[in-house]
């Protein structure tokens, strides 16, 4: 984990997200990560289990080391906490005002078994929020972005220009998406509680970017994630126009203790 003494890191940060620098430089990050990880994807890889009891492969730490080394050659004095990191050394008791949130390989049991909907994530939070954030898919070869601050989401595939994306309006029968790790049941139980008349299960945090391009409406979660697990996801979706709230209906906050959420409602417009 790369946890560094920060002198005064806001300047060059405050800079470089409010030109789009920032943004530019995480996706490209996100991307080079996303090419790293895909000769391990269906290649019958070794998977080991974390004491969480969660699988782990050689592609989570390689995607890792690439993001802390490439982050760090931007901006050395930013704190940055990440799953295998965290996994091995335990989270820090504390972080300062600006943090990276990394999740390597968001949906490790997707990938080992083949599926598609898997995803590579880095968030920039200031204070409590996700300021800045980016979301690839190897599989799919696109990624999503939170772009400079008030110039709303995008969208790429890999080696294409960004295009504008946004949440759309609620239809009559709106479809949540839903964790793979829970019931039928449960999962049109929480379908119903957001307003939702059909749902389909999806790994990853692939399901924000999805509600934020306008495809789905709704993704619930009730069971336990990690804050690396919904940062960049969030960022991407509230710059589309979308909200994530937690059980009291406020917006998913940032640096609670152990980096751990509670239930939340990822929800369009």
Not at 10 to 35: F, N, T, V
Not at 138 to 163: D, K, N
Not at 236 to 252: I, M, N, Q, T
Request: charged letters at 25%; a negative charge; glycine letters at 8%.
């Amino acid at each position: 984990m790369t946890v560094s003494a920060c002198a005064d890191p806001q300047s060059d940060l405050e800079s470089d997200l409010a030109s789009g620098r920032l943004a530019d430089i995480i996706a490209d990050i996100a991307e080079e990560a996303a090419h790293l990880i895909l000769p391990w994807w269906r290649s019958g890889t070794t998977v080991e289990t974390k004491a969480d009891s969660s699988p782990v492969t050689e592609a989570d730490r390689a995607a890792e080391a690439l993001i802390l080394n490439r982050l760090a050659e931007h901006w050395p004095n930013v704190e940055a906490v990440a799953e295998e990191a965290v996994s091995v050394d335990g989270a820090p008791a504390s972080v300062g005002e600006w943090f990276w949130l990394i999740d390597p390989l968001d949906g490790t049991k997707g990938f080992v078994q083949g599926r598609e909907s898997y995803s590579v994530n880095i968030a920039l939070i200031r204070g409590e929020t996700p300021v800045a954030g980016v979301v690839t898919s190897p599989a799919m070869a696109v990624s999503w972005r939170a772009a400079a601050p008030g110039q709303g989401a995008q969208r790429r595939a890999f080696g294409e220009p960004w295009r504008p994306i946004r949440v759309r309006e609620r239809p009559a029968d709106a479809v949540a998406l839903v964790s793979h790790s829970i019931s039928e049941d449960e999962a049109a139980r929480l379908a119903a509680r957001n307003g939702c008349t059909r749902w389909q299960g999806m790994d990853s945090s692939l399901k924000f970017c999805l509600i934020a391009e306008g495809r789905f409406d709704a993704y619930p979660r009730t069971g336990p994630t990690c804050e690396w697990d919904t940062a960049a996801g969030q960022a991407v979706l509230e710059a589309a126009g979308g909200r994530v709230l937690d059980a009291e209906g406020r917006p998913l906050a940032y640096r609670k203790p152990g980096f751990l959420n509670g239930p939340f409602s990822a929800i369009g417009a």
